[in-house]
């Protein structure tokens, strides 16, 4: 048996955003967007996570007009760069007049939409900044944001979870040395405090078992190759 007290601190507190979730949190940014008298021309969503939001809060806008780029904190294909660069720029598109509402899920220390809006200044003719949740002590607050948590949670997305399930299942295979996905449920659920889905486990599993990434052995312990 897992010791879970043994590892729990290892892992950040979470919570579970379902689809219906970011619709009525995306909406609130529609109606926060029209009392404000905000028209955006051009909605811009940073790639990755703004991408599925944007593409919401078009259609909520009745606007056609939307294009993305992309930043990131990488520098290479495995290392991490300390602040956030751009991956991909955006288009050769001129915004110069234009009102841009620039989109992204989450902000936590700020320094990804800080960032952004610098990039964006001398491009676009007029800028506003949006996320769908906030920590409340960032150091770059987006002028419309529906959920700001005083207390900081890891925030599972509905199109990052696997990501991010398959991030935490490698590290409690780590820190056992190998576990079934009973367990692995179970330390999850303890360690992040939400409710885990068996079938979004089995594709985690499958996924790193495919990478070779993963073997099952005896007992259907699972355990990093």
């Not at 007009?65 to 991490?80: N, P, R, V």
């Amino acid at each position: 048996m897992v010791d879970v007290n043994r590892i729990k601190n290892t892992f950040p507190q979470a919570i579970r955003l379902s689809w219906e979730d970011v619709e009525d949190l995306i909406w609130d940014i529609f109606l926060s967007l029209k009392s404000s008298g905000y028209t955006p021309d051009v909605v811009i969503g940073v790639a990755r996570g703004g991408l599925a939001p944007a593409r919401i809060l078009v259609d909520y806008l009745q606007n056609k007009y939307i294009c993305t780029f992309q930043m990131g904190h990488w520098a290479g294909e495995t290392k991490l760069s300390e602040k956030p660069t751009i991956v991909f720029p955006l288009p050769e598109v001129d915004l110069s007049e234009k009102k841009v509402l620039v989109v992204d899920d989450v902000s936590d220390e700020g320094g990804t939409m800080e960032a952004v809006a610098n990039y964006l200044a001398d491009r676009v003719g007029d800028i506003r900044t949006s996320v769908l949740v906030s920590k409340a002590d960032s150091r770059f607050m987006a002028d419309y944001c529906p959920k700001v948590m005083e207390e900081w949670r890891w925030v599972l997305f509905p199109w990052s979870r696997h990501e991010d399930l398959l991030s935490f299942t490698e590290k409690v295979l780590q820190l056992t040395g190998g576990a079934t996905i009973e367990e692995i449920i179970r330390i999850l659920e303890e360690a992040l405090s939400v409710e885990m889905v068996t079938h979004e486990i089995e594709k985690v599993l499958y996924d790193m078992h495919l990478a070779g990434e993963i073997a099952e052995g005896d007992n259907n312990i699972w355990t990093l190759i």
